[in-house]
């Protein structure tokens, strides 16, 4: 590895950093400055107060020395706009993918023309800062960096190289305006042509053009734990490869090769790695994604274009943006340049729709089916609830966003759709199953039983505990009992949502991700019918319960397959966890290929996967110095294991592992 | 026909071509002392105790009605942390048959075929024999220490796709001392198999000081000639699972 890559490793590059004190927000109401002349003003102060850092060796640059960005409105300010408007999470633009690609083939100077005046002033402020880089290449003597910033961000990109530092001035730029999640788009699809052009001429070796791409990759990790999001690594840098074009061609190509060759070198959590696959993808392509599975990143995750594509176009999208699909943060789909859906805005516990209608409706309810229709009217009574109360929503205006955008961001975009995740559906469905063979077919059990039990934390019951949990059909043995009611809750919730139109004129997808709230909404109820005890945390996204004992990865693959994802494709993975030992050879790695290959040829919407090893991760609890580089995938990002609060270090550790 | 079973591994990626899943026989003629199975030595049942998973509430103690409880003396229906679990299970070939064909339907052209292993799966030749019926024309292969008679031996594989044997030690007072038997219907089973038109593969675990050692792995080399040929690396953390079964692991500390 790189000089540049040990540095960065060991942290030194923070010695280059400072905070500021600036008490900007009274400074501002005191002018009475609006929104965006705040944003602007602060973009502009914060490019002002960067100062250009060169590490030796360094390839690609550009480095945040000012490590925080202080607040643009008062707290009383902040109040008020709250009141007036639906905020979303911290109320600046994020989950976007911006159309950085237009901008590189075109340049800086010639975006500014059709800029509005914040634009120009944040196009301004970028290409000073671009100049102290330039200043400072001249000062080290370095020509070859001095050649690159003399073009970009200015002019066009006119190579691989210069492509690839000027994609890193725009994303530092969104990243410094405030912006976040900021994602990285198809990046194999429009830096492509440049690297090829460059190969033709002789440029590069396959070597030494992966080794810029491992120093561009490297960059994305220089101020990432400045990037906080829930936890540490939970930035979204979400980097897309593969798929196919709006003709139907395959995209992938030798840069997406040489993508997940450099993630698979640099093992460091950023860029996020997701690759789009469907039937027509080769087998030894996933066999090559595999390889970086083993590194332990979590990545890549796989996207499904087969069942992805036309489920975006029902939903109403173009169908060339429809195939231009990338991902969020996380795993949420969205449409690159035009799209400003809001991908994460709310979630739907499924435990808790069970849990009302369990207390409320099981007495009463003389079936199955009525019981589930009491479970499905709470499910759209908590969506008209999430829905009714999204209303005003509002971002605060960023005037460079806004400049990378094919629309008018503050006005929304081509298309103004709200996901909303669908958690814990496995607790559900294997509830459900439950309720439905104990207390209607076997009529082993009586409502007023099971309740009295689930209310009291299966204190008393200990024998039916243990029906409950380790006895009982689960989601993921392939069981079409306890699969079907998956399927019917996935319906269900499709449908509560389907046909609701959000404040800004879009719809309302329904997704199967979980986020955060697999931890914060298992604690909204007690314990549940399946016999998760409370406080016992829900599976991520798309998973099997925690304690389910299921038959092994082929079964899951079958049970989380059945469902009828056309309803509910706001994204959100299958996850599998596999043990290191798995992937000790070539056979092994191939194999885990193809089982991902029939998870997609069954019609699997989006599966992520996992290697892990127990043994390190309880060794790393005990002494985190030792495991400084031991990374995890959480759900939807991967982060470095020591760095995790314990409560997310205990549920990976819960997960299901697969082992040979 | 019944037989029984300890275990079924759905994606078995070491046994064989493709993806597989892997059926585990229970009972075994030889005690290796080295054994990463001991659940699958007697043929009988075992209760297996988590212990690490115990908090100490005792209530497996209070006695129940369950008939499959009684010959264990402790209640295996109650535990919350489901520290009691039972190693064995009788079933109908016909019916696991059924039951494993289910993966073939799952993975269908990725599916690899079907690996017996144990244990001894030839421990149980009538039950291997009906379960083989059950799931032809898949492709099938067994895990086998070669330990039975000659003639079962010959049925057996006849029927087989692909045969994984072991040939731990060379020298047959060793292996008596290291695995309770001698090698010599092990051996005589290995020249059928050569002379066969099977194809197989011959396996050793390295077991440090034991089976690998230069002289053991060149007598080895000696006998089973140009054979293909896999050695294993052994890990001494498999010891783990004969706490659980209340035996004791003769390779400790080792």
Redesign the interface.
């Known amino acids: 590895m790189t000089k540049t890559y040990n540095f960065i490793l060991e942290k030194k590059h923070h010695q280059f950093r400072h905070s500021v004190d600036w008490n900007l927000a009274e400074e501002y109401a005191e002018k009475g400055l609006s929104p965006i002349q705040r944003m602007a003003d602060r973009f502009e102060r914060l490019c002002k107060e960067e100062k250009a850092v060169i590490l030796e060796g360094e390839q690609i640059v550009f480095l945040r020395t000012v490590s925080n960005l202080p607040a643009i409105f008062t707290d009383a300010e902040w109040e008020e706009i709250k009141a007036g408007h639906h905020i979303h999470e911290l109320g600046f633009l994020s989950n976007l993918s911006p159309n950085y690609y237009d901008t590189i083939a075109t340049g800086l100077l010639k975006k500014r023309e059709t800029a509005d005046e914040y634009g120009k002033q944040a196009i301004d402020n970028i290409i000073a800062l671009s100049d102290k880089y330039l200043a400072e290449a001249r000062a080290q003597g370095r020509e070859d960096l001095v050649e690159v910033l003399t073009q970009v961000p200015r002019y066009p990109a006119r190579n691989f190289r210069e492509a690839l530092q000027f994609f890193r001035i725009l994303h530092f730029a969104l990243w410094l305006e405030g912006n976040y999640h900021n994602t990285v788009g198809r990046f194999d699809r429009y830096i492509y042509p440049y690297l090829k052009a460059d190969m033709d001429k002789g440029i590069y070796t396959y070597d030494s053009a992966l080794a810029l791409l491992e120093d561009f990759f490297l960059s994305f990790n220089k101020d990432s734990d400045i990037y906080v999001g829930v936890q540490q690594g939970d930035n979204g840098q979400s980097m897309m490869l593969g798929g196919i074009d709006e003709e139907g061609n395959d995209v992938y190509n030798l840069l997406s090769e040489l993508c997940l060759k450099a993630s698979c070198n640099n093992k460091m959590i950023d860029p996020k790695i997701n690759l789009r696959v469907s039937k027509s993808t080769p087998a030894d392509r996933y066999t090559e994604a595999t390889k970086l599975t083993k590194a332990g990143l979590g990545f890549p995750q796989y996207s499904n274009d087969d069942v992805v594509i036309p489920a975006l176009e029902a939903m109403g999208y173009d169908h060339v943006d429809a195939t231009n699909y990338t991902v969020a943060a996380c795993w949420e789909f969205i449409v690159p340049n035009v799209g400003a859906d809001v991908a994460n805005i709310s979630a739907m516990s499924y435990p808790k729709a069970v849990d009302t209608a369990l207390h409320k409706s099981l007495s009463t309810a003389e079936t199955y089916e009525d019981f589930f229709a009491a479970v499905e009217g709470e499910i759209k009574a908590e969506c008209d609830r999430i829905c009714s109360g999204i209303k005003d929503l509002w971002f605060i205006p960023s005037p460079f966003m806004n400049v990378l955008m094919d629309c008018n961001i503050y006005e929304g975009g081509k298309y103004n759709n709200f996901g909303i995740h669908g958690t814990g559906i496995a607790t559900a469905a294997d509830s459900l199953a439950a309720i439905k063979k104990y207390v209607f077919e076997e009529k082993s059990l009586t409502a007023a039983e099971l309740i009295a039990a689930v209310d009291s934390n ?1 204190e008393n019951t ?2 039916l ?3 409950l ?3 009982t059909p689960k989601l993921g043995n ?1 069981d079409d009992f306890v699969d079907g009611i998956a399927t019917a809750l996935l319906d269900a919730f499709g449908a509560a949502l389907k046909g609701r139109v959000n404040c800004r004129g879009g719809i309302f997808r329904a997704g199967t991700g979980s986020a955060m709230y697999y931890l914060w909404h298992a604690n909204e109820i007690g314990a549940s019918p399946d016999g998760r005890r409370e406080k016992e945390p829900f599976g991520t996204n798309y998973s099997v319960s925690l304690f389910a004992k299921v ?5 899951v ?2 049970s989380m397959t059945k469902q009828h994802f056309e309803n509910a494709m706001n994204g959100g993975p299958l996850t599998l966890e596999f043990h290191q030992s ?1 992937f ?2 070539e ?2 790695i191939e ?2 290929g ?2 991902v ?2 998870f997609i ?2 019609g699997g919407h989006q599966l992520q996967l996992n290697t892990v090893n127990l043994e390190k991760m309880l060794d790393a609890q005990k002494n985190p110095d030792a495991y400084k580089q031991l990374v995890v995938r959480i759900w939807g990002w991967s982060a470095y294991f020591v760095e995790l609060d314990r409560e997310y270090q205990d549920h990976v550790i819960a997960r299901q592992a ?1 082992t ?1 | 026909m019944i037989g029984t079973i300890f275990d ?7 046994d064989g071509p ?2 597989r ?1 892997t059926v585990f026989f229970k009972g075994c003629p030889l005690r290796c002392i080295w054994c990463h199975n001991p659940e699958g030595l007697v043929a009988q049942p075992q209760l297996m105790f988590k212990e690490a998973r115990c908090t100490g ?1 005792r ?1 497996c103690f209070v006695q ?1 009605n369950h008939p499959d409880c009684r010959k264990f003396g402790r ?1 295996i ?4 942390q ?1 520290c009691l679990e039972v190693a064995g299970r009788t079933v109908e070939a016909g019916k696991l048959a059924s039951e494993l064909k ?2 073939a339907d ?3 052209d ?1 599916f690899g075929g079907f690996t017996f292993s144990g244990g001894e799966p030839l421990a149980q030749p009538e039950f291997l024999l009906s379960l083989i019926e059950e799931l032809k024309p898949h492709h099938l292969c067994i895990e086998t220490s070669g330990y039975t008679d000659p003639d079962t031996f010959g049925r057996v594989i006849e029927k087989l796709d692909y045969i994984i044997m072991d040939i731990k030690l060379a020298d047959s007072e060793k292996h008596q001392k290291y695995t309770g038997v001698g090698n010599e219907l092990i051996l005589k089973n290995f020249s059928i198999l050569k002379n066969s038109s099977k194809p197989y593969l011959i396996r050793t675990p390295l077991i440090p000081d034991i089976t690998d050692t230069e002289e053991n792995l060149a007598a080895i080399k000696e006998i089973i000639g140009g054979s293909p040929w896999e050695k294993l690396p052994y890990n001494v953390a498999a010891g783990a699972k004969y706490k659980m079964l209340g035996m004791k692991f003769k390779m400790e500390g080792k």
């Not at chain 1, 038959?551 to 079964?555: F, H, L």
């Not at chain 2, 229906?77 to 919350?80: E, L, S």
């Open positions: 299966f200990p024998e505990l243990h029906k949990r380790f006895e392939n038959k092994g990865p082929v079964s693959i079958a798995v000790a050879d056979d092994g194999k885990v193809l089982l290959k029939n040829d069954r697969y040979v | 079924i591994k759905e994606m078995a990626v070491h493709g993806i899943t509430c209530r129940c209640c229906h109650v535990c919350p489901n289910a993966s799952i993975l269908g990725t």
